[in-house]
C-alpha cells in the first residue's frame, strides 16, 4: 500500500510492522515526529507496545536495554545531542549484546546550536560498536527498519537507521508499506535464549576481570578481552549476514538489492563521488548532466558504514582514476571520517585511485547542484588530489 | 535544473494549514500519475502566525534532490497580507503563476509580469460553513483551477481522506466553491 | 551463520559460592559460641536466633543449636556484639593454628 | 500485615550466597540478605555501580540467587521502567521489579532517572542503601554524606554541606510508598519490603547503612551504629503513605521520650572524629527542633 508521508512517518511504520513491544524516547528536532506517531499508534492500538516518555535520551537507551535484557523488542530514536547524550549507554548496549534498533535522524550537533542536518552526530559514534546503516529515501527508511531489526537479533548487536534530519526526515513522499503478514514471516519473534528469569537466575552484565576465569560448574568463561574480541567478529561477519537478509527482504518484497553500497552510473565511470545518505541521491542529477556533457563520472552512496564494508567498497572503486568524497561530518584536526575510511580502504590496491576529500552542508547549508558540477569537474580535472579537505559553499 | 519537475511553492502563516495543502496535492497528484512527488516544508522552527513555506515537486518522473525550491513555476499564497512581508514571487520562473486567496479582483494585483489567479478563500470557506480562517482546503479549488495539473474530484478525494474526522464534507464543498470562484487574470 | 554461544558474547553469571574464594580466611577473629550460655541450645529449641538474623554473610544457621560455617565466615563479629546472652566469644584465631593443623 | 515478622517466623532460605566479596560486618550485607528475603524469588534486580556490584560477584560468578541487570550509574529508575515495560509487554505479571543503589547513585547521578520513574508512576520498588558517601570508589562525599563527616573528598574540615534529605523529594513526588529503615532494625527493615511487595506504583525504601571502613568503626559496632543513629533521633523510621508520615517501630517509641544525645553517635566513629563541640550543639539542635514537631503533631 503505497503512502505519502514524512520519512519520520515512514521510519515509526516500520516499527510498528516490527510488532515492536517497548518504546521509549525523548523529543528533540528532528526526530520528534517519529516517537510523536509511535505514541499515536499505541495509545490507539495499532500498536500492541509499552510506550515510556522517559525524562532523558540516556533513559531512553536505559529503558531499552533492560527491556531487551528482559526478553522484550526495543526501539527508541534520537538526533544530534541526544545521541551524543546516549554515548556510555551505547557501549553499554552493544557490549550488553542486545538487538535494539535506533533511528537517528541526522542533525548537526552544538555548539553553535543547529537543528539542521549534518550527520557528525551518528559519524562521531561509528567506533562504539553498533551496526550504522544509512537509508536514502523513504521506501529505503521503512525497509531498513524492518531489516535493520532482523539483522540485530540475528548477530545481537543493536542498530542504528540513519537517515539525514529534515530533508529525510521531514520532507514527505510516496513509500509502499509492506503487508503486516509478509514482514511477520520475514521477521520473527524476539526470543532470547537468556533473559531476566526468575526460574533461571543471571546476573547480566557483571564486573569482568581482565583474565580468564572459571565459573561455577568449573568451565572456563572468558574475560573482558575475549568478550570484546568476539563483538569485533561477529560485527565483522554482520557484514555477510545483512546482505543474506538483504537479499531475503528482496525476495519477498521486491526491493533492496544494495545492502552495503548503492552505485549509480558507476559502470564505466572513471570518476567516482562518494557520499552518504540522501546526498548521494541529490548527485544522480549532477551525475546524468554530467554525463550528457560526456564525463565519465558515477556516484555511490554507502548504506552500511559499521561495519565497515571494505571489500566491497575496494571492489567498487580499486580501478578508478579518481574517487571523490563528499561528507557532512569532520574528523576535526584530521579529514572527513569516510574519507579516511576509504583511503585506509585503497591502501592495498595496486594502482590507487586519486583521492579528493569535500565538506559540505555542514548544519544544514544549503546543497546546490551546481556547486556538486563545480566539485566534481575540479576533482576529474586532478585539481582537488589532496588529503586536506575543500570547502563546498563556505563563505568566508 | 531537471526540466520534467513542476515546482510550487507555498506561502502562508504557521498553523494556517499550508503544509497540508500541500501534501493534499501532492497526494491527489501521485494518483494522477506524477511518480516523482516530494513535499518539504520549511525546515527548522516554525512558529505559529510567522511567515512559512513549503516546496512542493511534482514529476513523472523520480525525484531525487530534496533542496528547497528556488525557482518556482508556481506559487500559492494562502493569505493575502503575506505579500506586505514576504517577496512571494522571489525566483519565479518568467512565465510563472501566482495563486492567491485575496479579495479582490485578479486585476489589482501585479507581479511584474507574472500570471495571477485570484479567490476570496476565506469567504468561500465560510460560505461552505467552514470556521473563518480555515483557507488551506478552499485554495486547493483555486489552485486546481489556476493550474489544471490535477482534476479537481481527485484533489476532493484527498481532500476527504486528509481530513477525515475534521468536517471532510466542508473542507471539501470549500475547495469545490473555491473552483467556481477563482478568478484568472490578464498578463 | 550458525547459531551463537550466547553465553561466550556478554558476561552473564550463574548463582554460586565462593565468588569472593572462602572468605573464612579473611578472619582474624573467629566467632566460638558457648553453647552453655546460648539460648537455643539451653533450651534445646529453636529460639532467639540473634546471631542468625544479624550475620551479614548468611553462616550462622539457624538450628539448635547454631553452627557458624568458618570457610566463609569473615569474623566481623557482630554476632558475639548482638548476642544477648553473651555466650560467643571472639577468639584470637591464631589460637587455632596448632588445632587446625 | 497479617503475620508480624519475628526472627523465628523469618524464612530460612538465603537468597545470597556466602562467601562473597563484601566488606566484613558489611551493613549492605544485612540489608540485601533481609531485604530480598522479603523480596522473594520472584523478582528482578537492577542495580547500578555500587558496592553491590562488586559484593554479587565478579564474572561468571554470581553471589545472588536472584537475577539481575548490571545497568550504568545515572540510568536505575529508567532501566527499572524498562523491565516494568517489558513485564508489561510480554504479559508477565507477579514479578517484582526493584532497583537497587546506593545513595550517589540515587540521589546524585541517579536522581534524574528516579525522578522521571516517579512521575511516570512507574510500577517499580526503588531500594536506597545509605551508607552516606561513595564508599565503592573509596569513600567519597556524596549529597547524603551528613555535615561534619571526614571523607576523602571532604580530608580535614568534614563535609560543610548538610545531608540531602532523598525520602522527602521522592515523597514530593506524591507517590503511594516513600518508607525508611535501617540494617540495624532488620525486622522493620523486612515488614516494610513485604509491604511494599503488596502495592503498586513507585514504591521507595531509604535505607540507612552503617559501613565500617567507610564510618571508620570496629566491625563488630554494625548494629550498634545503626540502633544509635535511631535511638538519638537522628535518622527516624518511618513511612509515607497518602502523603502523611508516621513514624514506625523503634522511631515510634521515642515519642515524648527523651533521647540519646547525638554525640553518642558521633563519638563511636571515626568520621566524627573532626566535629567541633559548636556544631554538635548544633546538630543536636536541629534534631531537637524535629522532634518537638514530631511530638507536637503526635498530641494534634
Known amino acids: 500500500m503505497y503512502m505519502i508521508e514524512s520519512g519520520n512517518v515512514a521510519a515509526a511504520t516500520g516499527v510498528q510492522l516490527a510488532r515492536t513491544q517497548v518504546i521509549a524516547a525523548y523529543p528533540i528536532t528532528p526526530q520528534t515526529p517519529l516517537t510523536e506517531k509511535l505514541s499515536e499508534f499505541v495509545e490507539s492500538g495499532v500498536l500492541d507496545a ?71 552526530d551518528s559519524m562521531s559514534q561509528r567506533d562504539v560498536g553498533w551496526i550504522q ?32 534530519g529534515y530533508l529525510l526526515s521531514h520532507t514527505y513522499m ?131 558504514y559499521r561495519p565497515f564494508p571494505d571489500q566491497a567498497i575496494v571492489a567498487a572503486l580499486a580501478d578508478r582514476k579518481g574517487v571523490i568524497v563528499f561528507e557532512k561530518a569532520l574528523s576535526y584536526g584530521n579529514q572527513g571520517p569516510l574519507y579516511g575510511d576509504i583511503k585506509s580502504a585503497l591502501y592495498s590496491c595496486e594502482k590507487k585511485p586519486a583521492l579528493s576529500n569535500y565538506i559540505l552542508g555542514l548544519g544544514g547549508r544549503e546543497i546546490k547542484t551546481s556547486q556538486l558540477i563545480d566539485a566534481l569537474t575540479e576533482a576529474c580535472a586532478g585539481q582537488a588530489a589532496e588529503d586536506a579537505p575543500r570547502w563546498i559553499g563556505l563563505k568566508l | 535544473m531537471r526540466k520534467d519537475i513542476i515546482e510550487i511553492r507555498w506561502h502562508g502563516r504557521g498553523g494556517q494549514g499550508a503544509i497540508t495543502a500541500a501534501k493534499i496535492v501532492a497526494n491527489a497528484a501521485f494518483v494522477s500519475g506524477y511518480k516523482g512527488v516530494v513535499m518539504a516544508p520549511t525546515f527548522g522552527t516554525e512558529r505559529r502566525g510567522a511567515p512559512v513555506f513549503t516546496s512542493l515537486k511534482i514529476s513523472k518522473q523520480k525525484i531525487y534532490d530534496l533542496s528547497p525550491i528556488t525557482t518556482p513555476d508556481m506559487v500559492v499564497v494562502l493569505d493575502h497580507s503575506l505579500l506586505e512581508e514576504v517577496n512571494v514571487v522571489d525566483g519565479l520562473k518568467d512565465d510563472g503563476l501566482v495563486i492567491l486567496n485575496g479579495p479582490k479582483p485578479a486585476s489589482e494585483y501585479s507581479f511584474a509580469g507574472a500570471r495571477v489567479a485570484v479567490a476570496d478563500v476565506t469567504s ?26 490535477v482534476e479537481l474530484d481527485l484533489l476532493v478525494t ?19 466553491i473555491t473552483y467556481e470562484n477563482t478568478f484568472i487574470g490578464d498578463i | 551463520m550458525a547459531p551463537k554461544e550466547f553465553c561466550k558474547m556478554l558476561s552473564r553469571s550463574k548463582p554460586g559460592p565462593g565468588d569472593g574464594g572462602k572468605t573464612g580466611s579473611w578472619r582474624v577473629l573467629r566467632p566460638v559460641i558457648d553453647l552453655e550460655k546460648c539460648i537455643p541450645a539451653k533450651k534445646n529449641k529453636k529460639a532467639c536466633f540473634t546471631c542468625w538474623l544479624y550475620c551479614p554473610d548468611s553462616v550462622v544457621s539457624k538450628t539448635v543449636p547454631p553452627s557458624i560455617n568458618l570457610e566463609y565466615c569473615k569474623g566481623c563479629g557482630i554476632c558475639a556484639e548482638e548476642c544477648p546472652a553473651g555466650a560467643i566469644e571472639m577468639v584470637d584465631e591464631s589460637s587455632f593454628i596448632v588445632e587446625d593443623k | 500485615m497479617d503475620n508480624k515478622a519475628t526472627i523465628l517466623n523469618l524464612t530460612e532460605e538465603e537468597f545470597v550466597h556466602p562467601g562473597n566479596r563484601a566488606c566484613s560486618g558489611c551493613g549492605l550485607s544485612i540489608v540485601y540478605r533481609i531485604g530480598l528475603k522479603a523480596l522473594g524469588k520472584n523478582t528482578v534486580l537492577v542495580v547500578p555501580p555500587s558496592c553491590l556490584t562488586v559484593m554479587q560477584g565478579l564474572y561468571p560468578v554470581a553471589s545472588t540467587k536472584i537475577p539481575c541487570v548490571n545497568v550504568t550509574f545515572a540510568s536505575t529508575g529508567a532501566a527499572a521502567s524498562g523491565v516494568r515495560g517489558a513485564m508489561k509487554a510480554l504479559k508477565k505479571d507477579g514479578v517484582n521489579v526493584v532497583a537497587w543503589a546506593g545513595d ?69 513526588h506524591g507517590i503511594g510508598y516513600v518508607a525508611t529503615a535501617s540494617a540495624a532494625f532488620p525486622l522493620d527493615l523486612y515488614e516494610k519490603v513485604k509491604k511494599a511487595t503488596t502495592l503498586s506504583g513507585p514504591r521507595y525504601i531509604h535505607v540507612h547503612t552503617p559501613c565500617p571502613p567507610g564510618w571508620n568503626f570496629a566491625t563488630r559496632y554494625t548494629i550498634k551504629v545503626g540502633k544509635l543513629a535511631v535511638e538519638t533521633g537522628l535518622f527516624d523510621l518511618y513511612e509515607i503513605e497518602d502523603g502523611r508520615l508516621t513514624l514506625t517501630g523503634p522511631s515510634k517509641r521515642l515519642l515524648g521520650k527523651k533521647r540519646k544525645p547525638v554525640k553518642e553517635y558521633f563519638d563511636v566513629q571515626g568520621r566524627f572524629k573532626s566535629l567541633d563541640p559548636e556544631l554538635v550543639e548544633t546538630l543536636q539542635g536541629r534534631i531537637d527542633a524535629k522532634w518537638e514537631n514530631y511530638n507536637d503533631q503526635q498530641q494534634q
Open chain 1, 174 to 304: 510516496p513509500f509502499d508499506k509492506p503487508d503486516q503478514e509478509k514482514v511477520d514471516a520475514f521477521l520473527p519473534p524476539f526470543t532470547p535464549r537468556h533473559f531476566l528469569d526468575p526460574e533461571d537466575p543471571g546476573n547480566f552484565n557483571t564486573v569482568t576481570l581482565p583474565d580468564i576465569r572459571p565459573g561455577v560448574d568449573g568451565t572456563i568463561e572468558p574475560g573482558y578481552m575475549e568478550i570484546r574480541h568476539n563483538l569485533h567478529q561477529e560485527l565483522r561477519e554482520a557484514i555477510e549476514v545483512y546482505q543474506e537478509i538483504d537479499r531475503e527482504y528482496q525476495e519477498q518484497f521486491g526491493r533492496g538489492g544494495t545492502p552495503l553500497v548503492e552505485e549509480y552510473r558507476c559502470d564505466d565511470a572513471d570518476y567516482v563521488a562518494v557520499c552518504i545518505g540522501s546526498l548521494s541521491y541529490q548527485f544522480r542529477d549532477v551525475i546524468d548532466l554530467m554525463r550528457e556533457k560526456g564525463a565519465k563520472v558515477g556516484v555511490m552512496g554507502i548504506q552500511m
Open chain 1, 50 to 120: 509499552q510506550y515510556i516518555p522517559v525524562e532523558s535520551e540516556h533513559s531512553a537507551m536505559a529503558v531499552c536495554i533492560a527491556a531487551s535484557t528482559a526478553g522484550a523488542r526495543a526501539f527508541t530514536a534520537t538526533s544530534a545531542n541526544g545521541l551524543l547524550y546516549m554515548h556510555e549507554q551505547l557501549h553499554w548496549a552493544v557490549g550488553a549484546r542486545l538487538p535494539l534498533v535506533m533511528c537517528v535522524a541526522n542533525r548537526g550537533v552544538g555548539a553553535p546550536w543547529t537543528v539542521w542536518n549534518d550527520q557528525q
Open chain 2, 158 to 176: 484527498a481532500i476527504k481522506d486528509e481530513f477525515v474526522g475534521k468536517k471532510p464534507e466542508l473542507n471539501a464543498k470549500a475547495a469545490e
Open chain 4, 104 to 172: 550517589g547513585g540515587t540521589g546524585d547521578i541517579g536522581i534524574q532517572a528516579l525522578s522521571g520513574a516517579c512521575e511516570r508512576g512507574e510500577d517499580i520498588i526503588y531500594i536506597c542503601y545509605d551508607n552516606e558517601a561513595y564508599m565503592n570508589t573509596g569513600i567519597q562525599r556524596s549529597g547524603t554524606t551528613p555535615q561534619g563527616v571526614l571523607t576523602t573528598t571532604t580530608p580535614i574540615r568534614g563535609k560543610l554541606q548538610e545531608k540531602k534529605d532523598i525520602p522527602a523529594i521522592i515523597a514530593a
Open chain 2, 124 to 149: 468561500c470557506g465560510v460560505q461552505a460553513g467552514l470556521p473563518p480562517g480555515i483557507v488551506n482546503s478552499g485554495i486547493i479549488g483555486a489552485f486546481s483551477k489556476a493550474t489544471g495539473l
Open chain 1, 133 to 164: 546503516l544509512y537509508a536514502n529515501d523513504h521506501q529505503q527508511i521503512i525497509d531498513t527498519t524492518i531489516k535493520a531489526f532482523r539483522l540485530a537479533q540475528t548477530v545481537s548487536i543493536p542498530v542504528m537507521v540513519c537517515y539525514d
